[in-house]
């Protein structure tokens, strides 16, 4: 079967999500947990306005998540080591004859990270595919949702720091990676980034997922995360993937059209550099979820947003609880393309 994963316009389903569990690393305390919770949840409902969601709770939370969550959200219960469901979920891909397929991907928590748990996490990628009646495509290479983006015609971006990372496939190089996701995905054309933002490769980051650097959506096009404050380390990482998709290309060949999206013109937070990203969105039918950060750049961003996905209303919830924890909302979020 040849499997290919489309681009995050086509028309979906619905999206799935994961309820923070208490007790994770990023919800330990009551506070902390509701302030999640809070976040994820606006999330959810924000996406209810296009499309039906699906939120798969610990069993331990049931009673919890009600009190966050409308009755319009199907919720499944499952047990959950963390919230990240673009991470721990499956990839919807089509096999050539339209049939669902869910490539289950070996998740280690993100390259065995030291504070990370997976023991039910790396579960979930088989069991929201089988509960949407795809069929498992299981992988052996440690991987992520939110380390590919695609534009649904065979092109894929990944990060050298990702995919070739020793904590989760040792010994892997770029042609074997790539041949796993010509067959899972139906990758014929992969560009590979050379490193993430700071902040993300840092201890709570992902070591580089593409998802908050760079986004297709549309073949040919590329918004790409442009630090604009020189004080800021990702000015010069931002310049150094920036010149180097200058000089690769699509599946057909075609030049990249980029542009360049400008982060927030907040620098820092508690804990250093901040990793804030407009990049990383969620698409889905009819809209757009953006992150807002309260910043000046906000406006910017979502009409920059407007402008690559005509026709779409672009809709922002205040992205700063997910950050503040290693991600975004694309981060929390899988799309299921429809039948």
């Excluded at 009600?66 to 919807?92: C, H, K, N, Q």
Aim: net charge negative; glycine share 10%; hydrophobic share 45%.
């Amino acid at each position: 079967m040849n499997w290919v994963m489309p681009s995050e316009t086509a028309v979906q389903e619905r999206i799935w999500m994961a309820f923070p569990p208490g007790g994770a690393t990023a919800f330990e305390t009551a506070e902390s947990a509701h302030a999640a919770r809070t976040a994820w949840s606006a999330v959810a409902h924000a996406v209810l306005e296009f499309e039906p969601v699906t939120m798969v709770v610990d069993p331990a939370d049931r009673d919890a998540a009600r009190r966050y969550l409308s009755g319009e959200i199907t919720v499944i219960e499952a047990p959950l080591d963390d919230a990240w469901m673009r991470d721990i979920g499956p990839t919807f891909v089509y096999g050539a004859d339209g049939r669902l397929g869910a490539v289950d991907w070996v998740f280690n928590g993100w390259g065995q990270q030291e504070w990370a748990r997976w023991e039910n996490d790396r579960h979930i990628g088989g069991i929201v595919g089988g509960l949407a009646g795809a069929e498992i495509i299981a992988s052996p290479i440690v991987n992520e949702g939110g380390g590919i983006q695609v534009d649904g015609q065979g092109t894929v971006l990944v990060t050298e720091t990702v995919q070739l990372d020793p904590g989760r496939n040792p010994g892997l190089g770029k042609a074997a990676v790539e041949a796993e996701l010509a067959r899972t995905i139906g990758a014929r054309h992969v560009i590979w980034l050379p490193r993430g933002l700071t902040r993300d490769s840092e201890r709570f980051g992902t070591r580089g997922h593409v998802d908050i650097v760079a986004a297709i959506p549309s073949p040919g096009r590329l918004l790409v995360h442009s630090q604009q404050d020189a004080a800021h380390p990702d000015f010069a990482v931002g310049k150094e993937i920036i010149a180097g998709l200058r000089e690769t290309h699509d599946v057909n060949g075609k030049p990249w059209e980029i542009v360049e999206v400008p982060a927030p013109q907040v620098l820092r937070d508690d804990e250093g550099w901040v990793d804030y990203s407009y990049i990383n969105h969620l698409v889905v039918n009819d809209g757009v979820i953006a992150c807002s950060f309260d910043d000046p750049a906000d406006a910017t961003a979502r009409a920059l947003l407007a402008e690559a996905y005509p026709g779409r209303r672009v809709v922002t919830v205040d992205a700063r609880e997910f950050f503040a924890r290693g991600g975004g909302i694309h981060c929390i979020t899988q799309q299921q393309p429809a039948a």
